[in-house]
């Protein structure tokens, strides 16, 4: 594809389950990033690859979240026994080179947690 | 803690008019900085970005001005149109390769026709 894509788009989940989001970057983009949305506010940095590696999680708020992107392309984002809390937009975004200028964005995985 | 923040909440204009989306940041180490528009149900659309040698940049019918004395960044959109009307999001990042973006909370900007 073009753009930088993110499955599911809506996802549901109970209270304490496991969740996997996907994301599927432009082709040869070598960065990562992964932000989480809340209503109303702007996004928020969770976590950054370049390549294989997650260069910066300095943002992943505890460690039930985790990330992995095993061939330096398509990432997961996984939380584990999800809170309600954890209900946002999910976004992720690539680049060619670890400047944000070029980055791009999906449109997000929406994550409701009931 | 250090943030990026907006004034203003919303901000409503009569379509052909020019807007100013203003912008707040209280990081003295940021040296980059970007606007964001988002659509709803979409992800950020990268605008026009400036660097902290700079204080002013020019694209097609936007400007972005940058006042490092006061910390300040404004967003100017001239002639709005109908597809303007969307949240808009300043961020900024310390530079030097850094890595994640930090976004304020947005302003949502209505064209009124």
Redo the contacts between chains.
Sequence with gaps: GAG?SQTPSNKVTEKGKYVELRCDPISGHTAL?W?RQSL???????I?FQGTGA??D??LPNDRFFAVRPEGSVSTLKIQRTERGDSAVY?C?SSPR???????????TRLTVV | GES?GLHLPTLSVQEGDNSIINCAYSNSASD?F?WYKQES??????II?IRSNMDKRQGQRVTVLLNKTVKHLSLQIAATQPGDSAVY?C?E?PGG?A????????THLIIQP
């Design positions: 930088v990033y932000y109303g506010q702007g996004p928020e940095f969770l950054y260069a910066d300095s943002g976004l975004a670890r400047e944000n200028t070029e980055a791009f964005f999906g449109q997000g | 990026v980059y970007i149900g979409k992800g950020p659309q990268f970005d999001f961020a990042t390769g890595d994640g973006l930090t976004f304020g909370k947005g």
